[in-house]
């Protein structure tokens, strides 16, 4: 028995150890991958389905690494948030962006905002808005063309601290968007006490098809009518058929993102998209 305890002991140590070395591994790979450049975004634009005018952009983070081939944010996004390797990886994503709206400022005709992701570990870490005024004051721009998304879970976590957070970019003219509007337990009693601009329904509702659930529908009915009383307007997340977005018109939600419109693409794409697409 004693002897087959020890070889347990062992194995569990072994796994452990395993398993600190992979995330050393990534800890190098991603500091050696932004020394690199190996990140950069794709754009995802958010379109009035309408008319399916391209409103503005998503920037969503992407690594390209020589060892580990193209590693999908879900990945390494979590990893990142939970050692505080987030904010190197997030202040260079604002800086690339920022540089492509003053490109696109400067040698296209049309320009859309742009949004990026922020993580509540980086309003604990740096003072996100003066980052971004600093931003837009090296590239010239004006804070309209950046939109700030910021995740429903961070009002919940930290809610004074982002709630001072939006004050202040509201102060210095930027927009801000709750992401994954009704994934988390508090959104609605959230909404009384944060003043954002725009919602992000969460995906998960538009997925529950609910081209076949009454409930579903009416779940999110209930949310953009809501959306729409407190004169805030919403965009619909994972929007992919055509009977979702015959459902979203009924309930008069314009604004959707999502693969029935547009994938994630490169910048120079966007860019082709940008020239042959109408914009509001
Ligand atoms: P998110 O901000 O909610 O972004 C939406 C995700 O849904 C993206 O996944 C997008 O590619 C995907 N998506 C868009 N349309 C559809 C659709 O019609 N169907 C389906 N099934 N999926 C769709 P992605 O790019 O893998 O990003 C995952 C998450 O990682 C993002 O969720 C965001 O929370 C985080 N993330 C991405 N880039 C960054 C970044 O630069 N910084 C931070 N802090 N977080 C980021
Ligand atoms: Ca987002
Ligand atoms: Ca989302
Ligand atoms: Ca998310």
Redesign the pocket.
């Known amino acids: 028995v004693k002897g087959n305890f020890n070889k347990r002991i062992s194995y569990f140590t072994d796994e452990i150890i395993n398993q600190l070395e992979k995330e050393q591994q990534l800890i190098h790979d991603v500091t050696v991958g932004l020394e690199n450049k190996e990140f950069t ?2 754009l ?1 634009p958010k379109c009035n389905s309408e008319t399916g005018a391209i409103v503005s952009m ?5 690594w390209i690494s020589p060892v580990r081939g193209f590693v ?3 990945e390494f ?2 990893f ?2 939970n050692n505080g390797m ?1 904010t190197s ?2 202040t260079y ?2 800086d690339a962006v920022c540089q492509t709206l003053s490109y696109w400022k400067h040698d296209h005709l049309y320009v859309v905002p742009i949004s ?4 509540v ?2 309003i604990e870490t740096i003072n996100v808005p003066e980052y971004l005024q600093d931003l837009i004051t090296k590239y010239d721009l004006s804070p309209e063309m950046l939109l700030v ?1 910021i ?1 429903e879970t961070a009002f919940s976590e930290n809610n004074i601290i982002v709630r001072e957070t939006i004050d202040q970019l509201h102060q210095h003219g930027f927009c801000v968007l709750m ?2 509007f009704g994934s988390g337990y508090s959104s609605l009693n959230m909404l009384k006490d944060t003043n954002v601009d725009i919602l ?1 329904l ?2 998960k509702f ?2 529950m098809n609910p081209g076949n659930c009454q409930k579903g529908i009416q779940i999110i009915d209930s949310i953009v009518n809501m959306a729409h009383k407190l004169n805030l307007p919403i965009i619909a ?4 058929s055509p009977e979702q977005i015959a459902m979203l018109h009924s309930m008069n939600c314009i604004y959707a ?8 693409m490169p910048i120079s794409d966007a860019e082709d998209l940008l020239t042959t697409v109408p914009h509001e």
């Open positions: 975004f794709y995802q998503e920037a969503l983070s992407r999908s944010p879900g996004i979590p990142l948030e987030i990886l997030d994503i604002w990026i992701n922020v993580s570990a980086d998304e995740t992401d994954d992000k969460d995906m538009i997925e997340e994972g929007v992919e993102q999502g693969y029935y419109f547009y994938k994630p």
